[in-house]
């Protein structure tokens, strides 16, 4: 988790103070490192914050000019970029093919409104500093987490009202706390301090450099002991001050509903806490002022500001975790054995290479949300097409999307959607179901790879026309004429719903044009609204206004098909596509593709395959089930050859007519020792 490498910023800001003070470089260059490796997101962040906070020491202990305080501290300066030199280096064996790899997903696209200098929040945002201000519930999308307890709030303020901190001390402090704010206020500084992409939730993870922050200052203003050098007056002023912030908060909420107009207005309005929160927040900063203000700190005084700190930041934390459903453990690792063993039962009695379309969803059930499966090929450790990560690669993604699975945005990829072309192009061998003791093979599947004709490399596919991509990658690959029938639409009648009113019930009527499955999509569709002849196939996940294929079921060439759902009134871009696939002529095509079959060796690995196949005057390319990403090599009968993109992101490796050894490896990209 990204969150871990924060663990090791205290550490890291010591190891500055260490190189500042002692010109000791160890502890920096140590810790800085664990926090790249740890996590090279925060890692990165932890490289800004580091540089910031540097310079911030060498202007807080000078009070000369700009030119003249970095000449004297130029040794300073220079041991540290050097130290920072060298952890860099260290990462590197990390960092590049992370790079490398990065620029290959949804990442590596820069988009100029990013970098807008837009306002990314309001006044709103000083609501964070309540207690219980947010929950699990407004995760994705928030104002900037500043919660970092009242009694920090307090001395935070205390730290710019005492007179024991030198003036020149505060303005330096506020300096570095205006940076870190404008680096979550700007929408391009904050794309900056997010590698140059703006977040896909959790908006500003930059936040918690600015938390520590506050937490450092507070700390200072704590070791001034500001019930005996502040009087009467400043004390007052600090408890209107932190109140005052609290309430700047909660008219700050009417004021951003007004600034972002109507059609925001309800989604800002709903971000305000509850008005008890302010209420318990203004009582806790009064009670933690009497005892923090006393002339003498005592036992006492100090066990009940412990109290309350506890008890505040407890009550936060359970308020913090509302909503969370946290599902059955012990429901959850029994059902995680059941569909363990439903894996094992494939994975270990077939070691060829090929993938597993799983609809088990005995573990949802006991998740306690909603549980798409996106990552269950790791938890079970088999191969899949479904994926949820920031390191997926965009052109596999976009291939697949565009050939009719669904994805929701750059992180993700599911099955939903595959029917038998994908079946066959992604070597889907298995159907996983639940609650059943055997899977079931799938007559698609060929193997990892294939020969084909050349022409296939030809094709580029066209963004999210399903059945036109699919149609004319069939035609290429030898498949008879009229794999697949477009549905001729006899009626399309459409009605108003009283549910939603900006939807409409759309209901087509058609004959079956083959006998074989029958597929459907569309854009701005509410897939679980979805009937055939008066019969729901909603699908096994709910992604609403997506496109993808769904499977509306077998039918026999002539059926009277009654199609219905709820849409917008038009269908936008390709509108809706059906089509049925001719099973028959399917099967032809597989054997077709089965005589020119891959013999992968039994000893290949994940990072080097190799075996045999035969090519021909008409096949002279090996269409091979992997994606076809930077760090692949291919050799054929000893000769390097390239590798051209099948279908615009599987791999084609060029085939001679007869016999030919292909040998396939891996290098990561950025990664030298080999």
């Keep these: 988790m990204w969150l871990d490498a924060l663990i090791l910023l205290p550490l890291v800001a010591l190891g500055i103070h260490r190189l500042y003070n002692v010109h000791k470089f160890d502890l920096y260059i140590v810790t800085l490192l664990l926090s790249i490796i740890t996590n090279y ?10 540089v910031l906070y540097f310079f911030y020491l060498i202007f807080k202990n000078s009070e000369a000019k700009l030119l003249p305080t970095l000449k004297t501290a130029a040794i300073k ?35 100029l409104s990013s970098f807008l200098p837009l306002p990314t929040f309001g006044f709103g945002a000083f609501t964070q500093f309540e207690v219980a201000s947010g929950n699990y519930l407004d995760r994705i999308f928030h104002y900037p987490s500043l919660y970092v307890g009242l009694l920090m709030l307090l001395l935070l303020v205390t730290y710019y009202y005492t007179e024991e901190i030198p003036q020149h001390y505060k303005n330096m402090s506020v300096w570095l706390l205006g940076i870190l704010f404008l680096g979550m206020w700007l929408r391009s500084f904050n794309t900056v301090w997010h590698m140059m992409q703006q977040p896909a939730g959790f908006p500003f993870r930059n936040v918690y450099f600015f938390s520590f922050v506050c937490i450092i200052l507070a700390f200072e203003a704590w070791q001034t002991h500001p019930g005996k050098v502040l009087n009467d007056l400043q004390k007052l002023a600090v408890i209107a001050t932190t109140i005052g912030l609290l309430l700047l908060g909660r008219l700050g909420f009417f004021l951003d509903a007004a600034l972002v107009g109507h059609k925001y207005e309800a989604f800002i309005k709903g971000l305000i806490p509850p008005f008890e929160f302010f209420a318990i927040s203004c009582l806790i900063v009064l009670l933690e002022a009497i005892f923090l203000f006393a002339k003498r700190q005592t036992i006492f005084s100090l066990g009940v500001i412990s109290l309350i700190l506890i008890a505040e930041l407890s009550g936060n934390f359970f308020k913090a ?38 609809h088990s969803t005995i573990i949802a059930d006991s998740v306690g949300s909603r549980y798409n499966s996106y990552n269950d090929s790791l938890l079970f450790n088999y191969n899949d097409l479904t994926s949820y990560s920031s390191t997926l690669d965009n052109q596999t993604r976009v291939m697949l999307r565009d050939l009719g699975l669904f994805s929701k945005n750059e992180r993700r990829i599911s099955s939903q959607g595959i029917s038998p072309l994908v ?9 996983n179901h639940p609650h059943r003791n055997q899977p079931s093979l799938k007559s698609s599947y060929v193997g990892i790879g294939f020969a084909i004709p050349k022409a296939a490399a ?12 699919q149609q004319t990658l069939l035609n290429l690959m030898g498949a008879p004429t009229n794999t697949i029938h477009p549905v001729s639409e006899l009626t399309h009648d459409v009605d108003p719903d009283s549910q939603f009113p900006k939807l409409v019930h759309h209901t087509l009527k058609f004959k079956a044009p083959a006998t074989g499955r029958l597929y459907g999509s569309g854009n701005r569709i509410i897939y ?10 909603r699908p096994r996940f709910q992604f609403e206004h997506e496109r993808f294929l769904i499977n509306l079921g077998t039918h026999k060439r002539g059926d009277s098909i009654s199609v219905d759902f709820l849409a917008e009134p038009t269908l936008s871009n390709q509108g809706s596509d059906f089509f049925a696939y001719d099973a028959t002529h399917y099967h032809q095509f597989i054997k077709t593709l089965k005589a020119h079959k891959f013999r992968l060796d039994p000893d290949s690995t994940a990072t080097r395959l190799h075996g045999t196949v035969t090519g021909s005057r008409k096949n002279r390319l090996l269409f091979m089930s992997v994606p076809n990403q930077t760090g692949w090599s291919a050799q054929v009968n000893d000769r390097s050859v390239p590798i051209r993109a099948v279908a615009d992101h599987f791999m084609g490796i060029p085939l001679k007519p007869g016999k030919n050894h292909v ?12």
């Design 528 to 537: 679980e609204s979805f009937k055939v002849n008066g019969i729901s196939r």
């Design 41 to 50: 997101y925060l890692g990165y962040m932890t490289c800004l914050f580091s």
């Design 77 to 111: 300066i220079r041991d540290f970029f050097f130290a920072s030199i060298i952890t860099g280096g260290l990462s590197a064996i990390l960092l590049v093919p992370t790079f490398q790899a990065m620029l290959t997903t949804g990442k590596g696209a820069f988009k």
């Design 663 to 674: 040998n396939l490896t891996y290098h990561v990209p950025g990664f030298f020792c080999r």
């Design 423 to 431: 079946e066959t192009l992604a070597a889907t061998k298995y159907t």
């Design 321 to 358: 975790m509302y909503g969370i459903p946290f599902g059955s453990q012990p429901r959850f690792s029994r059902d995680l054995k059941i569909e363990q063993r439903q894996i094992d039962r494939i994975t270990q009695t077939d070691h060829s290479f090929y993938r597993i379309d799983n």
């Design 458 to 469: 030809e094709f580029k596919l066209s963004p999210f026309d399903i059945e036109y991509n």
